[in-house]
């Protein structure tokens, strides 16, 4: 019916139906949109979920605004609340772009201190191609003014290409494969043992740490990736990476038990213990990616011991990400009333615990008081640092970054590829590219996590230019094979196989997920329920929502490939309306799978733990 209109009206009609949209009065029939709820103007308001988007946020399509998806998610929460909240914050606006999502995020955070951000953006990036959005062009702190009025685009064209296409969904490939969780790099040269097994090999705990020595030639060692040999009474440990370290220790080994003695000797030996099944260390590695599974073992240490400081300042990491609060107040308490006594040693795991609880200005307080004393304790340098990061004082916090770097006394508590990584975030803050280039190149050269690197490189893939990459090789003095990864590692993270407009919108939402981690706040992103536009631009849509995801580690949910299952059975027409949103039904399945998504996210919390 609509291609009976003549184009011309139907432009007219199609631009007054977005200027009442902008307006929040669109009240059309089948086709109402939810008016985007007002964000608080002062103090915080803390709500279960902000999403953020365009208007298949917003709710265009649906019949009344509780029907918009972020609306039925909130009455879904009221039933199964998320992290003790039901609220939820529909910040969606149509025409939206990625880097309007960006521009307004910082308010948004900061006066309603979401427990999780969910995303849905791109679909406009294709045809509004946005520039790129810079970290330190960022504005600090303001919602822009107009970001969300009405916008003069011609909108009968992109009606067609929305129109044109209605049938293709259920015969498209999935294109969202299962995202990897494991980031560090593993060692490849396998070790051939003749005889009998290498009684080393398994896996040992010490008071202080875990490791597990494999007959491939891989170790872990306190969670760090290394290759070993051994040769007679020393062992040799090689760290992953181009420039990896190597350690070598004095080994004495009998059947349950290991002792190390780090050259030239003057570190204390550490003695390890078999594990056996089914002990409390069995499941070291399952408990990294187990919150739940961390936290039960941790907790037996501590039942143990109760003044396992060790497992303590563990525990309060584990359970801060997990959300565990009651555990994290329980910790805290431990090392409050250890410092209490006025002992400096007791005040500085004060400060590493209350940095580990997200407590970042709390931790950096407590660390300027003891530097001085202690003037060269690197740790407590980069607590300083990321206290002054948090309050938006980068010089100061490049200032303590670069005395934690060039301190004599580094504990090993952040590893300096750590407090590099953290620096060339500073740098990039400041727009120092070819500083930040550097730091980040370094810090991948000292562990060889190329997926750390690879995020950069998507965040800011200009300061990754052919010049600036060559000068930083040649600065670190980078061999032959070293930089052919690096070349390799910058060419596929810059987006060569995606057009401008996806690197964008691939680049804006780790900026999204950037801010976020800055606050302990965890992201989902989204993708698209149905297609869009031309199927070239609709994949490579996907492929960066995906590459998103996957290069910062955060849940993509697939709704994308849920609803081309769903069109398999069922008519388009029950789930859409003309134009390619959803009605009140398809808003009503996005709901029900970002809600069963958000359930899976914090079900260690009835087990003991929880999301962040």
């Not at 009405?150 to 490939?173: D, I, S």
């Not at 061999?479 to 596929?492: S, T, Y």
């Not at 490939?561 to 069922?570: C, I, K």
Request: aromatic share 6%; with cysteine; proline share 5%.
């Amino acid at each position: 019916m609509l291609l009976a209109v003549p184009p011309f009206l139907l432009e007219c009609l199609l631009q007054l139906g977005a200027l009442l949209a902008a307006a929040g009065a669109i009240r059309g029939e089948g086709e109402a949109s939810v008016a985007m709820a007002p964000a608080a103007t002062t103090g915080r308001t803390p709500c279960a979920a902000l999403c953020l988007g365009d208007s298949f946020t917003y709710g265009v399509g649906s019949s009344d605004p509780s029907l918009a998806w972020p609306m039925q998610l909130a009455a879904a929460l009221r039933q199964r609340p998320y992290r003790g909240q039901s609220d939820v914050v529909n910040a969606g606006w149509p025409g939206h772009t990625s880097r309007d999502v960006v521009v307004t995020l910082e308010q948004r955070l900061t006066e309603l201190d979401p427990e999780c951000v969910i995303v849905l953006v791109g679909v406009n990036d294709m045809w509004r191609k946005p520039d790129r959005l810079d970290d330190h062009e960022r504005p600090p702190g303001a919602v822009a003014a107009g970001a969300d009025r009405f916008r003069f685009e011609w909108r009968t064209w992109r009606l067609l290409q929305l129109l044109r296409q209605p049938g293709e969904a259920a015969a498209l490939p999935d294109a969202t494969a299962e995202l990897p969780v494991e980031i560090a790099a593993a060692p490849t040269a396998p070790v051939v043992a003749a005889g009998k097994p290498d009684p080393l090999i398994g896996r040992w705990r010490a008071e202080e740490g875990d490791m597990t020595i494999s007959a491939d030639g891989s170790a872990d060692l306190d969670g760090v990736a290394y290759r070993w040999t051994r040769r007679g009474g020393t062992i040799e440990f090689v760290a992953a990476g181009p420039a990896g370290t190597t350690t070598r220790s004095q080994l004495m080994v009998k059947e349950r038990g290991i002792m190390l003695r780090p050259y030239p000797g003057t570190a204390s030996p550490r003695r390890f213990t078999r594990v056996e099944a089914g002990n409390a260390g069995a499941a070291g590695v399952e408990a990294a990616r187990d919150p739940a599974v961390g936290l039960s073992r941790l907790g037996e240490r501590i039942a143990a011991d109760p003044a396992d400081v060790r497992s303590r300042m563990k525990r309060i990491a584990v359970a801060h990400a997990a959300g565990a609060h009651d555990l994290v107040a329980e910790d805290l308490k431990f090392f409050e009333r250890a410092a209490a006594v006025g002992a400096a040693a007791a005040r500085r795991e004060l400060a590493l615990a209350l940095s580990a609880a997200g407590r970042t200005e709390e931790a950096g307080e407590i660390a300027r008081e003891l530097l001085v004393e202690f003037t060269t304790d690197a740790t407590l340098w980069h607590l300083v640092g990321r206290a002054d990061k948090v309050r938006g004082d980068v010089d100061r916090a490049l200032e303590a970054v670069d005395r934690s770097l060039a301190s004599a006394d580094d504990d090993g508590t952040f590893g300096r590829e750590d407090r590099l990584r953290f620096r060339a975030k500073l740098h990039g803050k400041r727009g120092d590219a070819l500083a930040a280039v550097r730091d980040a190149v370094e810090a991948w050269s000292i562990d060889g996590l190329e997926r750390n690197l690879s995020r950069e490189v998507m965040l800011s893939p200009d300061r990754f230019s052919a010049e600036n990459v060559a000068t930083v090789a040649a600065a670190l003095g980078l061999d032959a094979g070293a930089r052919a990864r690096l070349d390799a590692i910058v060419a596929a993270s810059a987006g060569s196989d995606l057009d401008a407009p996806m690197q964008v919108l691939a680049s804006h939402l780790l900026r999204v997920i950037e801010m976020c981690r800055e606050r302990e706040i965890e992201v989902f992103l989204l993708n698209y329920p149905t297609p869009h536009d031309r199927i070239g631009e609709r994949e490579a849509l996907a492929d960066a929502q995906r590459r998103a995801a996957e290069q910062a580690g955060v849940p993509l949910i697939d709704i994308r490939g849920a609803f081309r299952r769903l069109m398999q059975e069922h008519r388009r027409e029950e789930y859409f309306v003309i134009d390619g949103h959803c009605n009140d039904a398809g808003y009503a399945e996005m709901a029900r799978l970002v809600g069963d998504a958000l359930a899976n996210a914090a079900q260690p919390t009835e087990s003991g733990g929880a999301a962040r």
